[in-house]
């Protein structure tokens, strides 16, 4: 889909323009773009998309000590929690319950979105993002996703990148 055959924001969900507001401020050219069907997981969305499962840039939210830690991983793997623990200086990581990845994101499961939370929520980008020329990530539903490259990805989150699985 061209830029010019993109939907326009206006026609987007309500959680879908948020995210795209803080990619424009972000000064990124990436469109949110609604999907026909759900890209709910990693492999339904390059599905979806036509790409490599890893390519999809999975939004996932952790507790590392008892605090909310956004992790955009790569759809290739599993986050290890001991590798993610060691690379954040965590002692303690555990998936957020679903309750509170609302409370965080104000996004549902499945189409948590890299931006475009209630309030910053500290991010970490896994590494293996970079073997992809193109990384998609949701767009604030479960319907909705982005492209960008690995380094528009770190710009737009101003997270570092880390380690999160040992492949």
């Given at each position: ?8 924001s ?10 795209q ?9 990436s469109?949110?773009?609604?999907l026909p ?46 590798v ?30 890299p931006?475009g939370?209630?309030a ?6 896994d590494?293996?993002?970079r073997?992809?020329?193109v ?15 690995f ?16 492949d």
């Amino acid at each position: 889909m061209t830029e010019q055959t993109a939907p326009s924001s206006e026609k987007l969900p309500e959680r879908s323009r948020i995210v795209q507001e803080h990619v424009r401020a972000a000064g990124l050219a990436s469109l949110v773009r609604e999907l026909p069907d759900s890209a709910r997981t990693a492999v339904e969305a390059a599905a979806a998309l036509g790409c490599e499962v890893g390519a999809i840039g999975s939004s996932l939210l952790f507790l590392a000590d008892g605090d909310p830690l956004l992790v955009m991983t790569s759809g290739r793997h599993r986050v290890d929690l001991e590798v993610l623990a060691a690379s954040v200086g965590a002692v303690e990581v555990a998936m957020a319950p679903v309750s509170v990845v609302r409370e965080v994101t104000g996004q549902a499961i499945g189409g948590v979105a890299p931006v475009g939370h209630p309030a910053p929520v500290r991010t970490v980008v896994d590494v293996a993002l970079r073997d992809y020329d193109v990384v998609w990530t949701a767009g604030g539903t479960p319907h909705t996703v982005m492209p960008m490259t690995f380094d528009e990805l770190v710009a737009l989150t101003g997270a570092p990148v880390i380690a999160v699985a040992a492949d």
